[in-house]
Structure formats: C-alpha cells, structure tokens
C-alpha cells in the first residue's frame, strides 16, 4: 500500500494539496505536493474522498480525473514521515481504517473514473490508478508496489494486480520493482499510452467517451462489477491490517523507514552549497569493484538509468562531450578515451576515463579497464573515485533493456541476445529480472560462453522464463520479438541480417561497430542514445554511409514520449554507443550508499 520512495516535508494539511477544476463537466483532481513527488497522507486522502462522494451526488459532474501536479509524478504513495512516528500495531490501524475509507469511495463512485497517470506511480500511488474505470499514461512513466523496499508488507496491492495477472503479481511485488509503461499496458494496468503533452486531454476525452455512455446501465454495471470482488477485496484489506499490525508490532518497518530517511540524507550530503562556510567536510571516497557491487543493487541500476534516459532531454540532465584517440605502446595499439556529464538533480558531475586494450584478456585483466571521477556539481570539489569497469557492463545492459522495452509495441515475449560476454550476462539479467519475457536466448561463438550466461541468472529466473544457448545466430533472432547485439567485434560484421527477422523487431546493437547487415540499417527506423557520439564511433553513420541521415531521434525523447513510435509492422534498429552521464548518475548514487553502509576508502583531499 505504501511507497519506498520520498520523504515527506510536513504532515500538516496545507491548503490546495488536491487541486479542484471543472473541465466541462468533468471534475479534475489534481494531487499538489510536488516537492514530495506528490506523495500522500492520511488528511489528503480524506479530501479526495469527500470530493469525490460530493461529486457522485452533484448532476453537474458527469465525470472525474485525478492526475498528478508537475510531470514527474502521479503518486509515489504513502509519504514515510507519517508512517515513521507510529510506535506499533496498535497505532497504524487507525491509519489503514483511514485509506479504507478512502478506497470505499473511490470503489463506489458511480461516475466515470480516469487516471491521467503523468509520472511515477508507486506504491498506494500505483493502487490508486488501478481503482479508476481507466488509465492512460506516457512512455515516460514508472509504475509499481515497491512497499518491500522499504519494509512495509506488500498485501493489497498484490491482490489488486493479481486479479489482473494472477500469479505473475507476486513476483513483481516480492521484487517491489517498476514496471515502465510499455510493460504495464501489456500487463493491462493501463490501458493507453500517449505523448506525454497530451495525457491529461485524452484523459478528459475518454471520461467525456464514457459519460455518453447510458448513466443508469452505466452506474448498474460498475455497481455489479465491484459486487464480484467485494469478498475478496475485503478479505485483502483485512489482510493488509493485519501484516502492517505485526510488522510495526515487531518495529522491523520503522527501522526501515528510519533506514530510508538515513539514506536520503547521505544523498544530500552529495548535494552541499556553494557557501565555503557551509561545505562539509566529508571526505571523498574511493570504490573499489567490490565495493560497487555492494553498493548498488540491480534494482537500483535499472532503475536510476531508466530515469536518467527519461531526463535526458530535460534541464535535469546535461550529457557531456566525449573524447578519444589511438596510442601504440610496445607493439600494442590502445584507443583510449573518456565520457562525462551532469547531473543536476543530484548535483553530480563527473569524468570516465577507459582504454580498450585488446591483449589484457590475455593477461587476465578486463579489456576495457575503466575509472570514474565524480565531483559535486555547485562546488567543484571532488566527491569519489569509482572502479567503474564492471558497472560500464552493468550501465550498458540496464541502458539496452530500458530502450528496447520503450521500443516495443507488442507484447515482449521472446528475446535473443546475441554475445556472451560481461554485456551480454548483465542483459540475460536485466530482461529476466525486469521485463515480462517467456523466453531468452543466447548465442555466442562457444555454446560453453553461452551456457555460462544462462546459468548465471538461472538461480533467480522468474517463474514461467525459460532459457537457451546456442552458436547458431539465425535460429536465435528469426523468432524474437527484440534482439540485442553485443559481441565487442572489431570490425564491421553482419552478425545479424534483415532477411532473418519479423517484421516488427526491435533490433539493439552496442557499441561501436556495426553488428547488422546494410539492409537493416537502410530499412529500419533508427533511434539512438547520443547521435553526435553514434556519428563520431560509427563509420556507417558518418556521410556516405548507410545509417548517414536515417536517425529518427534520440531514445530519450522516446522515453519520455516526445518522440512517438513508428507503425507497428516496422523494424526498429537502436544504435547505443553509450552515455557517460549514466555513469555518473550510477556512481553518485553509489557513493550516497557508501556513505549510510560506511564502506569507501576516505581519500585525504583538502579543498583548498
């Protein structure tokens, strides 16, 4: 019921919390806390339920929405802070009796319901979407129970999605993860998706659509269809009173809770004013691989890049220029070079350095070695040095998943990745684990590398996903619905061919040569992470060439819905060569969680 996500700024009821507007006819509410991600308390949901018993009895409202002030947020749920001074079971089950009742409004409301969902929705936030008639969302949204994250049972909000998609709902309650929205529509918790400048529109349309409808024969039908679940939603209420009763009785939800405030304040410390006075004396840290990996879950991973690739375009987010040349050194030719960006949500900027060095396999090191520099953004001042090698492989995978999964435009059930490498292990991962596949398979040079990719997720493959490994390339991409190509070839290869593929294929190749044949590249419809950066590392899309003045765009302006999909019969090719604002966006969130766990090693640097 409750979401992981934002700390609230002060409990007390503020005027217009719930913005209230009549749009012929049709009542649009609107949640008002957007220094909170529109969070919610008990006083809010109270309002929203007078408005809306008021609005069920006025004959001047044929119909509501409720939508989210901003574009970054719907609901992201329960605001903590009011969860975080109850002092055990006895004390929260006034607060559920509350949502209760809230929830019996929204349930019994005879009229056309619509959520205009224009951002997260998390949590209760995500629950409440699910109790409107209808829900219409953008490409850039994320929606989900995330409750477990922060320590809370995820009890009614699972119920809500498994009557949607039965067993399927607990795996993506027990992950407590986001679902982006092509994954929600097919999952039929929204019904449509459009630009994200004109969902509140199509919101007012489709409640004007269904206010057409006869208002008795209307009204009897929602009546009746509440009447089929109402056992089981009562039962699942009273579920959830008593999970949250014990939970706060054993005081393992307020420790999390505390757990959550400690972690965003160590976020802040990444965020200190310009003012020398006021700069803190923290240290800067150094991670080691190890410590990375300790400090960053794939969850979070997934997570941060999906939301970094929807601000791209945003004044949040600034992708920094890249840079490289060629060097020989004892016979060996290296190409080394670096990424780097900012971003100023976290007021983080920062510098990756790598070399590509063909023989380091040989010498049992990475091939392509990588470390990563951040500093805060207002001051200057250094805040950390990452090992960055493994969360390049990390960051790419997440990167590749995140855009292809906003590319699809039908159910995602098949996958082929095609390389078995650190890449293609971390997509193995990140499709298992976040996207609603039935099959993925593998192919590389050597079945053994293969095998291997596969058996590295098998542990914690999601019920009902099956895998395969494979040497033969064709037989893995001629049925995928999306295909991805990373096998860090040297020169241009036609790895895959138009020929081989359906007709409406999402095809993600990464890195900086071409993996697919000329045909693909002058059939499809082409959509990048950083056209500047594709330009400078691809000869095909330099002039002449057959990707030259074929770009669509950027994935970010897909993402974040600016940018809308071609028809459906058409093959998509996403041409990723990496972002180093990504890196940094990862690496700051790395060291806000290395300074709550209190591992790094403190770096002796003096400011002056």
């Excluded at 129970?145 to 795996?171: C, K």
């Excluded at 409640?207 to 009897?220: I, T």
Aim: with cysteine; aromatic share 6%; net charge neutral.
């Amino acid at each position: 019921m409750e979401n992981t996500m934002i700390q609230g700024q002060n409990l007390a009821h503020r005027p217009e919390v719930l913005l209230s507007e009549m749009r012929e006819r049709v009542l649009v509410l609107t949640i008002n806390r957007q220094e909170s991600y529109n969070s919610w308390t008990s006083v809010l949901r109270d309002e929203l339920a007078s408005k809306l018993i008021a609005a069920d009895a006025d004959e001047n409202v044929d119909a509501a929405v409720l939508t989210g002030a901003g574009d970054r947020a719907f609901c992201a749920g329960q605001d903590l802070a009011e969860l975080k001074e109850f002092a055990d079971g006895a004390n929260i089950e006034p607060f559920l009796q509350r949502l209760t009742r809230c929830y019996d409004s929204i349930r019994q409301f005879s009229k056309p319901l619509v959520a205009a969902i224009n951002g997260v929705a998390a949590g209760s936030g995500f629950q409440l979407t699910q109790l409107c008639d209808y829900a219409i969302a953008h490409h850039g949204v994320r929606l989900g129970q995330t409750e477990v994250n922060s320590g809370l049972p995820s009890v009614f909000g699972t119920w809500l999605m498994s009557e949607r998609i039965g067993s399927r709902a607990y795996e993506l309650a027990l992950q407590g993860r986001l679902m982006d929205a092509t994954e929600a529509k097919q999952l039929g918790f929204i019904q449509e998706i459009v630009e994200q400048s004109k969902v509140l529109d199509a919101a007012l349309e489709t409640a004007r659509r269904l206010s057409k409808q006869p208002r008795v024969a209307f009204k009897l039908s929602k009546a009746a269809n509440r009447q089929f679940d109402q056992e089981r939603y009562s039962t699942a209420m009273k579920m959830a009173v008593a999970a949250y009763r014990e939970a706060f009785d054993t005081g393992a939800s307020q420790k999390q809770i505390n757990q959550f405030f400690e972690s965003r304040n160590a976020e802040k410390t990444v965020r200190r004013p310009a003012d020398a006075e006021k700069v803190a004396t923290t240290s800067p840290l150094y991670l080691d691989a190890s410590t990375v990996q300790a400090c960053l879950s794939d969850e979070e991973i997934y997570e941060t890049v999906s939301q970094t690739l929807r601000d791209l375009n945003s004044a949040r987010v600034v992708k920094g220029p890249k840079a490289g040349f060629g060097v020989d050194i004892n016979g060996d030719h290296l190409h080394m070079g670096s990424v780097s960006g900012c971003v100023l949500s976290s007021s983080a900027a920062g510098i990756k350095w790598f070399t590509v060095a063909e023989r380091n396999p040989s010498r049992n090191l990475p091939r392509v070695p990588a470390t990563i520099l951040v500093c805060d953004a207002e001051t200057g001042l250094l805040e950390g040095i990452l090992n960055g090698t493994q969360l390049t492989s990390e960051r790419t995978a997440a990167m590749a998943v995140a855009a292809a999964s906003a590319c699809v435009r039908r159910p995602l059930k098949k996958a082929a990745v095609v390389g078995a490498g650190a890449v293609g292990r971390a997509l193995v991962k990140f499709l298992a684990t976040t996207q609603p596949v039935d099959h993925i398979a593998v192919a590389s040079l050597r079945e053994s590398s293969a095998r291997q990719a596969c058996e590295a997720v098998s542990t914690a493959l999601p019920q009902g996903v099956t895998l395969s490994a494979t040497t033969d390339v064709r037989q893995t991409v001629s049925d995928a619905d999306v295909v991805f190509t990373c096998t860090g070839v040297r020169e241009d290869t036609d790895l895959v061919c138009a020929s081989w593929l359906k007709d409406n294929v999402v095809v993600c190749t990464v890195g900086s040569r071409r993996e697919v044949d000329v045909q693909l590249l002058s059939e499809a419809w082409i959509v990048v992470d950083d056209a500047d950066g594709v330009r400078l590392r691809r000869s095909d899309f330099q002039e002449g060439g057959a990707g030259w003045n074929r770009i669509a765009g950027d994935i970010g302006s897909v993402m974040s819905g600016q940018l809308t999909l071609p028809p459906g019969d058409k093959k998509i090719n996403l041409v990723l060569v990496g972002l180093g604002v990504l890196d940094i966006a990862l690496s700051v969130r790395a060291i806000a969680n290395a300074r709550r766990k209190g591992l790094g090693i403190p770096l002796a640097v003096s400011p002056k």
